[in-house]
């Protein structure tokens, strides 16, 4: 307070000494937009233009006016504040030929009549802050007519979009894009990037979002998802558009899309259908599998147990992703409908997704595993593959006012797949003085039917009592999966004599029937203690029934797969029961927000051997505390650290794994000696944006770090085979990011301009032959980036930075991974004549040699397109483009784990022409707007 009266103190006399220099003045009128009362007692200041500093302030007379006078020549800002009206800035000048300026009448406007909260005279706000919310006005951004949301995104400071789509925002991926706050085809954010027109978005929304309890009670329970909300403009909620897409090329490469959208007030039905072979459209399988896609049995860190469903650790199975190796043919499709109606009390959200998606192609695989004895094993490993997936899922969420202070939240979806697979595998062995090990033939076939059913209630009351509430989360999850497959593995061993538990054939017949039932129940209790203090109590129950029943069957006399394998079948029952209860302290009064508290859960899980009797129980705790603390600086700034821990209790696999021998020279054996590990996150973010001069600073930072972890200690022999087992070490590894973001945008040139910087690294801890190896890896990398768009003239964006990355292993350390590199992407368009227009775009990547890689690596990613546009809207559209214009698209990776060395090469899509149709029809608020 002493300092504040100081300043305005200091400012005082600032003023009085500009009087006596110079005699600039400035005067007006304030009163109301509408009925035009005049506002008596306006806050009225005057700030320096360039920094925003306050120069003098005054209040408005009983008339509504007011005067200023003994202001110095230069820049200002006039800030005008009345309650309940929204704030009113504008720019002006003093100078010689305008000693005296007049703002004549100026009318706010209350903030019931207008959504901003500051008028600026001829521009647009870009960004505003709200508490964890980072809002983005899209009318600030300019894009091309018939732009999708990804093109509006890919503006968007602090948010990056890569060439597939996926979405990465203050260094975190982005999982969950919603329309207006509504998931809007599952949880496939491309669906909505890819499908929603730019011009029709009013605000884009950036947080993280709350599991439904939190965001009710308002009180963090430390589960967060990278969320981006897309709210439509109120004009653009009536009528339909769409697109279709059609394009054939060299090479038999082929696209088509269908999307069609009709939004009728409070309705929205959409349909698409997409189907290509180019790994651009219709692979956007992002919906979360609930419990994974192998059959792995784990405890969570809650003390939750999952069966997962993939269908066979033992054989090979895929979970239906294209991550950019071999040649992709998909077909997708699906149906989105949601409404409103009883005056808002109840809505309904329903989504249906069918489709295929098949991947074929070829993968070699060259690794160095140097071991502690100066001794290297160089395996060469070549996969030929074919993986197939089939999937249809239908979900629903119904949500209902039951009254004034009461909601109910219904969600139920289904999930039926199938998928294939079948791989084989030749490799070799070599010491590094070229002598064999050994040799390899496998063979691997799969095929696995899942059936997943989800059902959940959430209801919520707010009591009379200001803050009190009561929420309660009933969920059941059933998942089943049947698998059946084929082994074939042939080891010819060389210099060294095999192992008695290494067989040199094995041809078997599996199969695998997986069962989970999960029933859990949650309930959350808020009592405010105070004006500024609130507990929240939780309590939880949890209970699980699950069977796993694999068999293994080898070659009968007539040919026939009748033999059991006893050693590699096993049936197993597991039944777990877990209780969670916690409490967590909320402090909030003025700019402050605080948070602590904490969660602890009593698990007993029982596993049940149905063939031998052999009963495996275990009885443990979990912990979890958390706290946070939230500073809102300005409607524009806020602050925020988070704490958060929690207990890891050893997986089933790692005390007691089940038997496989999918790979013989790559087995796991357990420790039932395994006790829990413990890790701490610390996670701080900072955001502020000055609306005046258009700059917004983003600085993110996360570290954790995990006591008595568990770590793999693996064991090579002379015959090549690893032998891995799971220990408690009493070390303290942790990993590390941070980043900062700035951006502005230069008035003079219109061009929008920024940096970020970024740093992240991990030390860990693993075991070889025994040996304790300490693995580090740091990377420090930064880029400068500018966009300048130039309506129906020409637009452009540039990023492109260095990078430096240190790491290494304790075991090697005469083979570092020291190195720099140099990454950048851009692209442009340039309108012609004749609605003719060429564009571009390029990745560039660039990895020097290190002492583990001797040879540098570089890769230019370049495509082009040449658009004839047709109709006054430009709707109709013939592209022909060149992808991979530079053939570099080579399939080829690196990368250094410890004293393990690997490169990797493989089938990828390479250079192709193709030339596409496409007709954007849009029929939204009557029409396409008039520029």
């Known amino acids: 307070m002493k300092f504040t009266i100081l300043l305005c103190f200091v400012f005082s006399l600032f003023s009085f000494s500009a009087f006596a220099q110079n005699n600039y003045s ?35 007379a009983e008339d509504g006016s007011f005067a200023i006078k003994g202001l110095n020549k230069g820049k200002f800002i006039l800030l005008l504040a009345y309650p309940d009206y929204a704030d009113y800035v504008e720019k002006f000048n003093l100078d010689s030929a305008k000693q005296a300026y007049s703002f004549g009448n100026i009318n706010l406007q209350l903030k019931s009549r207008l959504l901003h909260e500051v008028i600026i005279k001829g521009t647009a706000a870009q960004i505003k802050i709200k508490g964890d919310t980072t809002e983005y006005n899209a009318a600030a951004f300019k894009i091309q007519p018939n732009a999708k949301v990804e093109d509006l995104l890919k503006q968007l400071p602090g948010i990056q979009v890569d060439k597939d789509g996926k979405i990465t925002a203050q260094g975190e991926t982005v999982s969950k894009v919603l329309v207006d706050g509504e998931e809007f085809f599952g949880d496939d954010p491309t669906l909505v990037t890819k499908n929603i027109r730019g011009d029709m978005v009013d605000k884009v929304q950036l947080y993280d979002k709350k599991s439904d309890q939190a965001t009710f009670t308002g009180i963090d329970d430390g589960q967060k998802t990278k ?5 439509l403009k109120e004009d653009k909620k009536n009528g339909y558009f769409g697109k279709i897409d059609a394009g054939y090329g060299t090479d038999d490469f082929y696209q088509a899309q269908l999307l069609f959208n009709m939004f009728k007030a409070k309705k929205k039905f959409s349909v698409f259908s997409t189907t290509s072979n180019d790994g651009k459209t219709g692979l956007g399988w992002q919906d979360s599998q609930k419990y994974g896609s192998s059959d792995n049995v784990q405890v969570s860190d809650d ?15 895929w979970n239906g992703n294209y991550d950019g190796k071999g040649i992709p043919m998909a077909t997708n499709n699906g149906v989105h409908y949601d409404t409103k109606w009883n005056n808002d009390k109840e809505s309904l959200n329903t989504n249906y997704k069918i489709g295929a998606v098949t991947v074929d192609g070829v993968d070699n695989t060259l690794s160095q595993n140097n071991l502690p004895s100066g001794e290297s094993l160089n395996t060469n490993s070549n996969q030929n593959y074919h993986n197939y997936m089939f999937r249809n899922k239908l979900d629903a969420t119904y949500q209902v006012k039951l009254d004034t202070t009461s909601n109910l939240k219904l969600m139920v979806d289904g999930t039926s797949k199938n998928s294939q697979t079948r791989s084989s595998y030749l490799s070799s062995i070599r010491k590094n003085n070229d002598s064999l090990v050994n040799t390899s033939d496998r063979n691997i076939s799969n095929n696995v039917d899942t059936k997943i059913f989800d059902v959940s209630a959430f209801y919520t009351k707010k009591f009379k009592k200001k803050g009190r509430t009561f929420s309660w989360n009933l969920s059941e999850a059933y998942n089943e999966s049947q698998a059946k497959g084929n082994l074939k593995t042939a080891i010819d061993y060389h210099s060294t004599a095999p192992t008695p538990d290494s067989p040199k054939i094995v041809d078997q017949y599996k199969t695998n029937r997986l069962k989970s039932s999960l029933l859990n129940s949650n309930m959350t209790y808020t009592e405010p203690l105070s004006k500024t203090f609130s507990i929240v109590f939780d309590y939880g129950l949890g209970i699980d029934n699950s069977t796993a029943d694999r068999k293994s069957f080898n070659k009968a006399p007539d040919g026939s797969y009748t033999v059991l394998d006893s050693i590699y079948s096993n049936n197993y029952k597991l039944k777990q029961l877990s209780n969670q209860g916690g409490a967590i302290l909320n402090y909030k009064k003025g700019k402050t927000t605080v948070n602590f508290g904490t969660k602890v859960t009593d698990v007993s899980f029982q596993q049940v051997n149905e063939y031998t009797g052999d009963v495996f129980k275990r009885n443990f705790i979990n912990w979890a ?33 089940v038997l496989v021998n999918n790979d013989p020279l790559n087995v796991v054996i357990g420790n039932p000696n395994l006790t829990p590990s413990y890790t701490s996150n610390l996670r701080l973010n900072y955001g502020s944006y000055k609306v005046l001069s258009d700059q917004y600073l983003g600085v993110y930072a996360n570290y954790s770090f995990t006591s008595n972890p568990i770590v793999n200690n693996t064991v090579t022999d002379s015959a090549g085979k690893s032998t891995t087992q799971y220990i408690n070490l009493n070390k303290m590894p942790h990993n590390y990011y941070a980043a900062i973001y700035y951006g502005r945008k230069l008035s003079a040139s219109g061009i929008s301009a920024g940096f970020d910087l970024n740093a992240n690294g991990n030390k860990s801890y693993n075991l070889s032959n025994s040996e304790l190896n300490i693995i580090t890896s740091n990377t420090y990398s930064g880029s400068l980036r500018i966009q300048k768009y130039v309506e129906k003239k020409y637009d452009f964006n540039l990023s492109f930075g260095p990078s430096l990355t240190y790491g290494g292993s304790s075991l090697q350390r005469n083979l570092n991974n020291n190195g720099h590199g140099w ?48 109709t006054k809207q430009e709707s109709f559209k013939i592209n022909l483009i060149c ?19 690997t490169q990797n090469s493989y089938t990828t899509i390479k250079r192709y022409f193709m030339l596409t ?6 029929k939204m608020g009557g029409g396409v707007p008039k520029k």
């Open 26 to 60: 400035v005067k007006g009128i304030i009163g109301d937009s509408v009925d035009r009362v005049k506002l008596h007692n306006t806050s009225v200041a005057v700030l320096n233009a360039k920094d925003s500093t306050l120069v003098t302030f005054t209040r408005t």
């Open 823 to 870: 990454n950048g992407y851009g692209g442009f368009t340039v309108f012609l004549p004749g609605k003719f227009s060429i564009g571009s775009d390029a990745n560039y990547q660039y990895n020097s040699k290190t002492q583990t890689f001797n040879q540098d690596y570089s890769r230019v990613l370049w495509n082009g397109r040449i658009t004839k546009s047709f």
């Open 917 to 922: 149709l496409v007709w954007d029809f849009n």
């Open 227 to 231: 969320t981006i909300n897309i709210k």
């Open 303 to 317: 003390g939750g147990i999952y069966i997962n469903g993939g269908g066979g650790d033992d054989l090979d199975s």
């Open 625 to 657: 505390p958390q706290a946070g603390y939230q500073y809102k600086f300005s409607q524009m700034s806020n602050f925020g650290l988070n704490y958060s821990g929690r207990t890891t209790q050893p997986t089933v696999d790692q005390i007691q794994p």
């Open 883 to 901: 992808n991979d214009i530079l053939n570099q698209n080579s399939g080829f990776a690196r990368s250094s784990n410890g004293n393990l060395i």
